[in-house]
C-alpha cells in the first residue's frame, strides 16, 4: 500500500493545501499535486465534486482511498506511511499539540488570515484597526502555550506544521513581524521554521 500513487488535489497557495503537503516532506512521501482553482468561475469541475462534495480543498488520495478534511488526510498520513512521527506520542503533548491546531483553525486562520492578510493585499480593502488588536491577543496565546522550541513535545509536530502554514502569510503583512518579534520565543520559532527544509520544499510563492 506504501507504493501506491499518491495525489493531493488542490492549490499551493491554501493554507490547509500546504499543511498536507508540509505531512507529506516530513514523511518523505513523494506525492503528485493536482491543480485545482476553486476560484474558477462556475466552481471546480464535476471530477474534484466527486473526490471533495462540498467542492473545497484538499482531496487526497492513496491508490483507491480518497480523503477531504485536512484532519482526517494529516492522521492517515501519520499512520499509512513510514518515516518520523508528526504527532505527539506523550498525554500532554498531544493534547497541546491538538489544542494549537485548533487555534489555527478557530482564530489564527480567520484572523491573521482573512482579517489581515487578505484586505492587506487586496485592492479594494484595508485592514480595519480593530483586526491587528485581534491578532496580537492570537499571538500573545500562541506564544503562551509553545513549548521552549517546538509548538509542543521534542520535534516537529502537525502543532507546528498548522501554526507554520498560516504564520508564513502574516508575516508578510506590514505589522506581522512586530508583532511576532513581541514575543522572543515565537519569533525564534519562525526563523527556524523559515529554514527548515519541510518548509523550504513547501514554499508559498511570496516566500520565494
Known amino acids: 500500500m506504501q507504493n501506491m500513487p499518491v495525489r493531493l488535489h488542490g492549490a499551493p497557495y491554501s493554507v490547509y493545501v500546504r499543511i498536507c503537503r508540509m505531512a507529506l516532506a516530513a514523511k518523505g512521501v513523494e506525492y503528485e499535486l493536482v491543480p485545482v482553482d476553486v476560484f474558477a468561475e462556475g466552481g471546480p469541475g464535476a471530477d474534484h465534486l466527486e473526490r471533495h462534495p462540498f467542492g473545497k480543498i484538499p482531496a487526497f488520495e492513496h491508490g483507491g482511498f480518497g480523503l477531504f478534511e485536512t484532519d482526517a488526510i494529516v492522521s492517515y498520513i501519520e499512520r499509512a506511511f513510514d518515516g518520523p512521527s508528526i504527532e505527539c506520542l506523550d498525554a500532554q503533548h498531544h493534547a ?52 521552549p522550541r517546538w509548538m509542543a513535545g521534542s520535534g516537529l509536530s502537525l502543532a507546528d506544521i498548522y501554526m507554520w502554514a498560516a504564520l508564513a502569510y502574516f508575516r508578510r503583512t506590514e505589522k506581522g513581524p512586530e508583532l511576532i518579534t513581541a514575543h522572543t520565543g515565537l519569533a525564534a520559532w519562525c526563523e527556524r521554521m523559515a529554514r527548515h527544509p519541510v518548509c523550504l520544499a513547501t514554499q508559498y510563492d511570496v516566500e520565494c
Open 96 to 147: 497541546r499539540m491538538r489544542q494549537l491546531m485548533r487555534i489555527v483553525d478557530n482564530y489564527v486562520y480567520p484572523v491573521l488570515l482573512w482579517k489581515c492578510y487578505v484586505p492587506e493585499t487586496a485592492e479594494d480593502k484595508e485592514v480595519a484597526p480593530e483586526s491587528w488588536d485581534e491578532a496580537a491577543k492570537v499571538l500573545a496565546v500562541v506564544a503562551s502555550l509553545m513549548g
